[in-house]
């Protein structure tokens, strides 16, 4: 019982630590001192920049409207804008980019790349993603400019087209003569509007990078966990292309209130000025410190770390982590056959501890399918997450509980260092397998191991050194933890009860101590906390204005067909809401009809609610596409587009006898995507396109005839009647990513 009460003490302080280092710095006024970053300052351009909230989405008159603020503002500080502009292309899309560079000169080659995006998503104003990190950069080389001469200089880049794919960076990384003196870069680009700065990213190599962090900024928030889970997750940044590059270098994003990301509700007012404080106090330390340092030598070998408490880095090179891990094995061996423990001991934890985590796991996939039957899970991001959160947790607690009964053959002093060989198999497994997550088992192993050592067989040896470990787990996984809400949602509830068991695995001596009947009393504890999480959950409002469901209007027109639709569109993530009430009814009455569900668009499956309409909603042709030339080995096709088209996609349902395709002399990259039944299509995407292109299709075999092409057209506006279904749009929903728009298909034999 002692034990139990002493780690869960242990836990409430790290708690309370993690809280408190998560907590935003003091915003600097506008009068702070010229070298040093201002938050005041930074909300100007943020403010400038953004001006009227229009979405300055790649090709879009506000997007060049905001390049050249931005160019007025560098002209101010004394720098020399230029602008980068072409057609510029990366995986399947291609699009006409306007990147804007500037640098401050240092006495030695060599150069810092810091590079911040100043286009928007179509239904975002885009204040923190990423008009903050544009403030950032500018302010802070205000800051630099202030300052002695560097010994590196400093190179801007605000580019443009990231939403797309990171066109822009990549047209700078690809042909810019810059490009050449770049030796590390700094990416900033946010993912919500609240929180820390973190440090979510590295290149490889990059126990230099992280050093230098560790060292210069003032309130740390990172782990290598952190930067594996972002390499894994498919969500690119501009920096994913410097790194692929092998640039060292450090990509940084503040990301609470990710409901709000990507939608019209990222405006200037919901960036917390404590996370631009941040940013900039992060980006000014880190460009200083890497232009002052020695940038040749940058790059080393693969670092392992985390924050403690937001005070120190704790880091090691990631192959230490091996070592490391048999050393601390090595000890607890040692221990075991002092105290004349039985080697079984180890095993039953290990069973116990992996029983208890795979039951917590499936009990969270059964839980995650039944709610999202239920409709209780409407959207990966809700207002409250919370209930479900701790229901989640409770089941982890619950399945460690359960699994204690079934060990009482095991006592429970031995038990205990079972558990910590159990975490130190963890760490010998991950420092072999991903070395960067060894943070999430090593440090608890080594603290366990060397403390059991040191106390011997004081009174209280298993005691403290079950604090100790605790503490150390707590600095360990909470951080990372904390952010699962923001960064999962409620998409993959197994993130938060599995960990929650295999952590419970500290409580099993303890457990194991317990009385039948105390530990029936737990397991009713428990449920009853699973009990009121997922009832709390059922009873909470999904969604309100500050936390938004996502809803999109969609005028569709087949013009082959000559058929128009309207949509409501409510899918995001991995999940799809109901459409709101009120706009289902708009929907109906708009159509005189009643809606159906399924997928409008011949080329995806994705089911989204809409009605037919009378009328074409684009009566006059938004693409025309002529044949200028054709022979078996090629067909011209000249496509003359509206002017307000601002993405054109191309597809063929494969499998189609196409080489290449190829946009005016460039060659235009495809990606394979699922259609509805099972068909696929080749897709090639072009984002601000020219009114009039010439497309030129290489075939690879005479028998083409058959092959279709289906044209794709988005603009932005709606007809005028829809007005009243844009309208019926609740106070709690919201527009985001490509937002209300028009869509025109065209479907063609060239
Ligand atoms: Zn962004």
Known sequence: MRTLLVIGLSWAIGLALTAHARNEPEPRPASALAQEFSQARAR??????????????????????????????????????????????????????????????????????????????????????????????????????????????????????????????????????????????????????????LLYGTGVGNLGVVDTYARVVPHPASSSVLAIGHAYLPRASDFSVFAARGLPGLDLAFAGDEALYHTALDTVERT??????????????????????????????????FDLFGRWVVRWPAVWSLPLALVALGLLALTMRRLRMPPMAAASALAAALLATLASGLLAVVTQLVLRRLALIPADYIRAPYWLVLAMLGVGVLCVVAVSGR?????????????????????????????????????????????????????????????????????????????????????????????????????????????????????LTTSSVVLVGLGGHALARKFDAASPQRVNVIAYTDATARRSVAIVDTTWGSARAAAPA?????????????????????????????????????????????????????????????????????????????????????????VLRPGRHGSRYRTWGLYAPAADSMLKLEWDSAQHAATELTFVADMPELPDSFRALLDSRPSWAVASQSGDRSVVSLRLRP
């Open 44 to 197: 100007r351009i943020q403010q400038q920049l953004v001006g009227d909230g229009t979405p300055r989405a790649i090709g879009s008159a506000a997007n060049l409207a905001a390049v050249q603020r931005i160019s007025t503002q560098l002209t101010q500080l004394g720098l020399q804008p230029a602008l980068q502009q072409r057609l510029a292309c990366a995986q399947s899309r291609c699009g006409n980019i306007t990147n804007l560079v500037a640098r401050v000169e240092g006495r030695q080659p060599g150069s810092v790349l810091l590079v911040a995006h100043h286009d928007s998503v179509e239904a975002s104003p885009g204040a923190s993603d990423d008009a903050a990190g544009v403030a950032v950069l500018l302010e802070t080389a205000r800051a630099l400019l202030a300052g002695p001469s560097l010994r590196h200089g400093v190179i801007l880049l605000i580019s443009d087209g990231e939403e797309v794919g990171s066109l822009g960076a990549t047209a700078f990384a690809t042909d810019h003569p810059w490009m050449r003196d770049v030796a590390a870069v700094i990416n900033v680009d946010n993912g919500g509007t609240s929180g820390l700065s």
């Open 272 to 305: 917390h000025p404590g996370s631009l404080q941040h940013e900039g106090d992060c980006v000014l330390a880190l460009t200083r410190a890497l232009a002052a340092g020695d940038l040749q030598h940058l790059v080393s070998v693969d670092a392992a770390w």
């Open 582 to 670: 009120p706009m289902r009814a708009a929907l109906a009455k708009l159509a005189s009809r009643t809606p159906e569900d399924s997928a409008p668009f011949a080329w995806s499956s994705t089911p989204m609610l809409f009605a037919s309409l009378a009328e074409l909603t684009q009566p006059t042709p938004a693409i025309t596409v002529h044949v200028e030339a054709s022979h078996s080995e090629a067909t011209t096709l000249r496509v003359q587009l509206a002017p307000s088209v601002r993405r054109l996609l191309v597809l063929a349902n494969e499998p189609a006898p196409i080489a290449s395709l190829r946009i005016g002399t460039r060659r235009w990259p495809s």
């Open 407 to 523: 060990l009482v053959r095991v006592e429970p002093a031995a038990l205990e260092l079972g558990v910590w060989c159990t975490w130190t198999l963890g760490a010998v497994t991950t420092a072999l397998v991903l070395p960067g997550a060894s943070v999430l088992f090593l440090p608890t192993a080594l603290t366990a191991s060397v403390a059991r050592v040191l106390l011997g067989h004081s009174r209280y040896a298993a005691t403290l050194t079950s604090a100790a470990a605790a503490i150390a787990l707590a600095a360990a996984w909470f951080p990372a933890w904390a952010l699962a809400p923001d960064t999962f949602g409620l998409s993959a509830l197994v993130v938060f009860a599995a960990p929650a068991a295999w952590i419970g695995s500290l409580l099993l001596p303890g457990l194991a101590s317990l009385s039948a009947r105390q530990r029936r009393w737990l397991m």
